[in-house]
């Protein structure tokens, strides 16, 4: 867990100014059986903060309001000016907060009992990003959810609904757990994306490496161990868990908006598509699935895209009213 974001929740917490969805978390933490003794503790240590005989040194006190102004410092320069003088008043209301954070130095992870808060969700169309307490960012697709199930010092588990790209801070004592309906991924720190929906879980490693279960009715299939370009899906059709490689970071496209095909055959392409735009694709005749195709999008909407498929085979793709596009064509002809 970063000093930085662990001293911020809790500082804002007390204060009142903590966002909702933060405060998910640590109220988590603040139920449980450690954190109402030790919030209680915290709270103390908020209410003595004006007093001069607190017992806080007067070291730890510079100390920490040092480390209160860099944060209000790096805040503010983000926002405009005429939202700063707001936003200053408010980050100078949580300033006596500052004076735990020498107190803080010792700080654990939180203990979590409860499995049904949701921390974070999207329900925008678009991407949202967010640091969970140990530092680590989580890039969650639309329509997205995360929960935490249990957070202790020696560990993070969380359970995941949808899509999501992980960037996991490194702690060897505290393995990081995600959860599907299908399955576990298990890693120290690394960085992968997991989608799950009825049909699949699959993972996609980036960076480090993870291992990959099932769980359930598919805990027999052999556990994966997956390093960057790697990946494995679990498949509820079939029941088993398939690895392979991987060498483009198209299915990242949800994410970054950019696609990257070189000779790949329009059924890759519109696979590829389909994985990312939650829609689904139909060739009016097999042929055209082997079809080569080389482009690269970026910041293109798929209307674009399809619109620039179209104009390369000469083809027609067209929605039908069940949702479905449908790819009419007579040859691979540019």
């Known amino acids: 867990m970063s000093e930085e974001v662990r001293a911020q929740q809790i500082a804002k917490l007390l204060a009142g100014e903590l966002p909702k ?27 003595n903060a004006a007093n001069p005989k607190s017992g806080i040194s007067e070291e730890e006190k510079r100390r920490s309001f040092r480390q209160t102004i860099e944060i209000i410092q790096r805040r503010e320069a983000e926002i405009k000016p005429a ?18 954070f020498g107190a803080l130095a010792t700080f654990t992870y939180f203990n979590i009992f409860q499995s049904d808060n949701v921390l974070y969700s999207n329900d925008t169309q678009g991407l949202k990003t967010v640091q969970l307490v140990d530092g680590s960012t989580v890039h969650l ?10 957070i202790s010092k020696d560990k993070r588990a969380y359970a995941l609904k949808g899509e999501a790209y992980f960037e996991v801070e490194k702690d060897p ?25 009825q049909k699949a879980t ?40 398939v690895e392979s490689n991987f060498n483009t970071q198209n299915f990242l496209a949800w994410k970054t908006n950019h696609y990257k095909f070189e000779e790949s ?28 195709f080389t482009a690269e999008f970026k910041d293109q909407s798929l209307s674009q895209i399809l619109k620039t498929i179209e104009r390369s085979f000469g083809w027609k793709i067209s929605k039908d009213a069940s949702g479905t596009y449908q790819i009419e064509g007579t040859s691979c002809a540019q």
């Not at 939202?83 to 735990?100: E, G, N, Q, V």
């Not at 309906?181 to 799950?196: A, D, I, Q, R």
């Not at 359930?216 to 088993?240: C, H, I, M, R, W």
């Open 173 to 197: 004592s505290s393995p990081f757990t995600l959860n599907t309906k299908m399955g576990k991924v298990s890693v120290l720190g690394t960085k992968f994306n997991v989608k799950e929906n």
């Open 21 to 47: 969805e933060e405060a998910a978390e640590l109220e988590i933490w603040k139920n449980s059986q450690e954190g109402q003794k030790e919030f209680k503790r915290y709270e103390k240590l908020w209410l």
């Open 265 to 292: 055959p329009a059924s890759q392409v519109f696979a590829d598509l389909a994985n990312t735009q939650e829609v689904s694709f139909r060739f009016s005749t097999g042929k055209l699935a082997d079809c080569s």
């Open 202 to 241: 699959a993972v996609h490693v980036t960076e480090g490496k993870v291992r990959f279960e099932g769980t359930g009715k598919y805990a027999d299939n052999e556990p994966l161990t997956l390093t960057a370009g790697e990946a494995g899906k679990l498949s509820s059709k079939t029941g088993q868990l």
């Open 83 to 100: 939202a700063k003088m707001a936003s200053l008043k408010r980050y100078f209301s949580i300033a006596a907060a500052c004076l735990l």
């Open 141 to 150: 697709k639309a329509g997205s959810s995360l929960k935490a199930l249990n």
